[in-house]
């Protein structure tokens, strides 16, 4: 009986530890315009593919009940059909095309996105995150990352030992951070705390390599960066600029 009792506080813990620090899905959670899009994308792939599936899954049923050998049905001697081969070649090449345009049109969303109001350089080390403010002074070492909510923050993402991997499923954003090289990313968050993790086998403490975003409204956060930034650094969040001439051959077109 006691050790029923033990049990069950363990798992009571456990169930309060796993609420406590829940990490949210896109899927469950999105919290964010390219999160979203990728929930919507999936389901979208979902519909076209799903009649393949459930007809394939029929068929083979009716034929498994139908033709069984107890009912004394002998095996065809045919071995071609060419209207039914070109059919099942013709229509999943049609499919792909129909999910393949709105995912190019999503990947070049994540890849080209808007004009950011906030960058910060995320830097990964066995075993935590370094995020630094260009132009700010601010460098944050195993702490939260902490933005403005509704704004565009690009990322610049690096490494100084291994392959990391800067994955946060709720704001849509995963993206490898590797020595000698930087990769781009970005997100637009809701007000909210968001928690992610390592997303690649970095070393004996990769479990322990989490990931904490904490979006403000933009009000709080430049009292946040008031209080952070250092002297010599820009007190006041940078004003959303026009996107020049550049960007707007570049700029992904609306995911609406």
């Given at each position: 009986?006691?050790?029923?009792?033990?049990?069950?506080a363990?798992?009571?813990?456990?169930?309060?530890?796993?609420?406590?620090?829940r990490?949210?899905?896109?899927?469950?959670?999105?919290?964010?315009?390219?999160a979203?899009?990728?929930?919507?994308?999936?389901?979208h792939?979902?519909?076209?593919?799903?009649?393949?599936?459930?007809?394939?899954?029929?068929?083979?049923?009716?034929?498994?009940?139908?033709?069984?050998a107890?009912?004394?049905?002998?095996?065809?001697?045919?071995?071609?059909?060419?209207?039914?081969?070109?059919?099942?070649?013709?229509?999943p090449?049609?499919?792909?095309?129909?999910?393949m345009?709105?995912?190019?049109?999503?990947?070049?969303?994540?890849?080209?996105?808007?004009?950011?109001?906030?960058?910060?350089t995320?830097?990964?080390h066995?075993?935590?995150?370094?995020?630094?403010y260009?132009?700010?002074?601010?460098?944050?070492?195993n702490?939260?990352?902490?933005?403005?909510?509704?704004?565009?923050?690009?990322?610049?993402i690096t490494?100084?030992?291994?392959?990391?991997?800067?994955?946060?499923p709720?704001?849509?954003v995963?993206?490898?951070?590797?020595?000698?090289?930087?990769?781009?990313?970005?997100?637009?968050?809701?007000?909210?705390?968001?928690r992610?993790?390592?997303?690649m086998?970095?070393?004996?403490?990769?479990?322990?390599?989490?990931i904490?975003?904490?979006?403000?409204?933009?009000a709080?956060?430049?009292?946040?960066?008031?209080?952070?930034?250092?002297?010599?650094?820009?007190?006041?969040?940078?004003?959303?600029?026009q996107?020049?001439?550049?960007?707007?051959?570049?700029?992904?077109?609306?995911?609406?």
């Amino acid at each position: 009986m006691l050790s029923f009792f033990n049990h069950a506080a363990v798992s009571a813990r456990l169930l309060a530890l796993l609420q406590e620090h829940r990490v949210t899905t896109w899927l469950t959670d999105p919290s964010s315009p390219i999160a979203l899009a990728i929930r919507s994308d999936i389901g979208h792939a979902l519909l076209i593919i799903m009649p393949f599936i459930l007809i394939a899954w029929g068929g083979l049923i009716y034929c498994i009940i139908k033709f069984r050998a107890s009912r004394g049905h002998k095996p065809a001697t045919f071995t071609h059909n060419n209207p039914l081969e070109f059919a099942w070649t013709a229509l999943p090449l049609m499919a792909v095309i129909l999910v393949m345009i709105p995912a190019y049109k999503l990947l070049h969303h994540m890849d080209y996105g808007p004009h950011p109001d906030l960058s910060i350089t995320v830097v990964g080390h066995q075993f935590f995150w370094e995020f630094k403010y260009p132009g700010y002074g601010i460098d944050r070492a195993n702490e939260a990352l902490v933005v403005p909510a509704n704004r565009n923050i690009s990322l610049h993402i690096t490494s100084v030992d291994v392959i990391h991997g800067f994955y946060v499923p709720s704001l849509g954003v995963q993206m490898d951070a590797v020595p000698g090289h930087i990769n781009y990313a970005w997100f637009n968050a809701k007000p909210g705390t968001y928690r992610g993790q390592c997303a690649m086998l970095c070393g004996r403490l990769h479990s322990k390599m989490l990931i904490t975003v904490i979006a403000l409204p933009p009000a709080q956060f430049q009292t946040w960066l008031d209080n952070h930034a250092k002297s010599g650094g820009q007190a006041a969040l940078r004003r959303r600029a026009q996107p020049g001439l550049a960007s707007l051959f570049l700029a992904p077109r609306s995911l609406s």
